[in-house]
């Protein structure tokens, strides 16, 4: 007895998906340069004392960026800290870690691509970090 066997039926084709362009992403070095720009003007309005950039591109595994600033008191140190912190969490960078907000003598604010060391004066100098980083000194710049 023959039996007929059935043929499979055929998978329909897929159907071509319409697709929606592609966004690029933003190169990392523009959005590392957005951030620098954003923490130096914050910095800036807070009038912050003696602004130090600190291009580490390509020189530490650290970070891209280092920045060091002065307030005039524990006070000023603490709200350009506050500030800083706020306008980096509404730009969209993230929850930075911090260190040395209680007392405000020396805000450590990690961004993971920018460092900002924010000091009073007379810790500034005790500590004196800006020599540290110095050795490449054409990477070095005056923050304006």
């Known amino acids: 007895m023959k039996t007929a066997a059935k043929a499979a039926p055929k998978a329909a084709a897929p159907k071509a998906k319409a697709l929606a362009p592609k966004v690029k ?30 291009d580490l591109k390509g020189k530490s595994a650290v970070a891209d960026g280092l920045v060091v600033a002065s307030g005039r008191s524990h006070r000023h140190v603490g709200a350009m800290a506050d500030h800083l912190l706020r306008t980096l969490k509404e730009a969209g960078y993230g929850k930075c870690r911090v260190e040395g907000m209680p007392h405000a003598d020396w805000v450590l604010i990690d961004t993971g691509d920018v460092i900002v060391h924010l000091f009073r004066p007379e810790v500034r100098s005790f500590y004196n970090i800006e020599k540290i980083w110095a050795v490449d000194s054409p990477h070095r710049t005056q923050a304006v």
């Open 25 to 54: 992403a933003p190169k990392v070095i523009d959005r590392i340069a957005a951030l620098e720009a954003l923490i130096l003007a914050r910095l800036d309005d807070d009038k912050a004392q003696d602004v130090v950039f600190i």
